[in-house]
């Protein structure tokens, strides 16, 4: 039995290995669009914060690594880009050559993840404006604070890794406030006592907190200088995009597999509507025990 699995993050690795444990027999191919698999996500943060020392620290597995320890097949840089349901294939591009490909399957887990929403406004493409979703992101954050450039910044949303980020730059000496549309920090994970509990400590900290304000523009010359939002401008150096995400799934719009907002429906097996086709992580819609 052959099994593609698109993405080569938690879940992607996770799947792969647990199919050659139960078949070692089985042919799994990971296809995965970036160049680190099995990577540490929580903490990324703390990698920018110096907490975590070491880059390879956040890495799990390299693809030559979990390649040896399990026997299934990676393939880094590579991007799947279609999948055709009747022939059971999909499409895939090198991204470093632009070749593209086709390949085979029995079954198919879709486990591509999801990407930092980006606002529809100004100034998003200057320098100094930042994500947090891969290594890459949180070691070009950690060399422009190791700089000594970055003297503010400003997070734009109050979840977990928003607070997280802010946490750690102010622990790096950066004057950081964090800006969110909603009445609280964490305001869909707790209670707005404990939401306000936490933002009290987090002013404490030194972390400025400015609820019910959107983000309108980001302002500067090249790079960020000023950050427009519904109640003032702030001045900053820096700006994290942390406003959650979007699901990695544009690429099977007119497959016929069924979606919610972008995410993939999955039974309590995690298969889609198309028995031979699976899908797990950030991608999918899970139900709820």
Do not use: W
């Amino acid at each position: 039995m052959r099994i593609i699995i698109a993405g080569g993050v938690a879940a992607g690795t996770k799947i792969a290995a647990k199919l050659k444990r139960v078949n070692r027999d089985a042919e799994v191919l990971i296809l995965t669009k970036g160049n680190d698999i099995s990577y540490a996500g929580c903490g990324l943060p703390y990698y920018v914060g110096n907490v975590i020392k070491d880059r390879e620290d956040l890495v799990v597995n390299t693809p030559e690594a979990f390649m040896a320890l399990t026997g299934a097949e990676v393939r880094t840089g590579v991007e799947v880009t279609a999948v055709d349901r009747a022939g059971k294939t999909v499409s895939a591009v090198d991204l470093s050559t632009g070749e593209k490909s086709g390949y085979a399957y029995d079954k198919l887990v879709i486990a591509t993840g999801a990407s930092p929403l980006l606002p529809a406004c100004e100034g998003v493409g200057l320098a100094n404006v930042f994500t947090m979703r891969t290594p890459d992101d949180a070691a070009a954050l950690r060399q422009a604070v190791d700089t000594g450039e970055i003297k503010r910044a400003v997070i734009v949303g109050g979840g977990l890794i928003g607070l997280e980020v802010a946490e750690n730059l102010t622990g790096r000496g950066v004057k950081t406030s964090v800006i969110d549309f909603a009445p609280h920090v964490l305001s869909e994970m707790l209670d707005p006592e404990f939401s306000a509990y936490l933002e009290n400590a987090m002013a404490e900290a030194g972390v400025m907190i400015f609820t019910g304000v959107a983000l309108e523009g980001i302002a500067g010359a090249g790079k960020v200088e000023k950050v427009l939002t519904s109640r003032r401008p702030m001045k900053a150096d820096a700006v994290v995009l942390a406003m959650g995400f979007r699901p990695n799934t544009g690429f099977l719009e007119g497959s016929g597999l069924e979606m919610s907002r972008g995410l993939l429906l999955v039974d309590g097996q995690m298969r889609t509507n198309d028995p031979d086709i699976y899908a797990a992580g950030d991608c999918a819609l899970v139900q709820n025990r």
